[in-house]
């Protein structure tokens, strides 16, 4: 999530970028707005990418971005919480470069939290926070746990989660091996 915007903008690609915000500001509220300002700070673009290319910015960018994504994660926004969760994560790999997977305790605690919240309402999120529980990512590691936020996302029909499921129980990962629930 932590990205730079890669290149100086226009005047004009900067009018475009606020106009399209204001209209989101408009239509959809304050907390759409200000996701995409968000997204914008980080990669140069209003709309949500498909993934977020892990770049370094700027600190003052990435302190904007995250009051916009703080901001919005506390006016109820679930996406919102899950992509603070992903900054978080990222700001700890950052942080603590001895052991690129663990990340920092504090900003990992603060993904894992912010995971759970939006994992309430966002399949995303509880693909997150199975990672967190698989990996002991912000907390301990439980197959098991990790196994029944899994099974959420897939019984919502989250395709990522219904393959990942299958593979837990053909590879006996947080429950026995089961050939007969992994088809």
């Known amino acids: 999530f932590p990205v730079t915007i890669r290149r100086q903008i ?26 995409c300002m968000a997204f914008y700070l980080l990669t140069g673009s209003p709309k949500a990418p498909n993934n977020y290319p892990q770049m370094k910015a700027k600190p003052e960018i990435l302190s ?27 700001e700890a790999k950052e942080r603590e470069p001895l052991d690129k997977t663990k990340g920092s305790l504090t900003n990992n605690r603060s993904a894992f939290e912010s995971y759970r919240k939006a994992a309430e309402k966002l399949n995303e999120a509880r693909i997150n926070l199975w990672r967190c529980y698989f990996f002991g990512i912000g907390t301990n590691k439980d197959e098991s746990n990790a196994l ?23 590879q006996g990962i947080g429950a026995e091996k089961n050939y007969h629930e992994a088809v």
């Not at 209209?23 to 996701?35: M, S, T």
């Not at 971005?65 to 900054?87: D, I, R």
């Not at 936020?149 to 299958?166: M, P, S, T, V």
């Open 10 to 35: 226009s005047e004009y690609e900067y009018k475009e970028v606020v106009k399209y915000i204001k209209e989101k500001y408009e239509h959809e509220g304050l907390v759409e707005a200000q996701e």
């Open 64 to 90: 904007q971005a995250l009051k916009c994504l703080e901001n919005s994660a506390m006016q109820g926004s679930y996406t919102s919480l899950n992509n603070l969760g992903y900054f978080y994560e990222q």
């Open 148 to 170: 029944q936020w899994l099974k959420k996302a897939a019984e919502d029909g989250y395709l990522i989660a219904q393959i990942d499921i299958a593979r837990c129980y053909y």
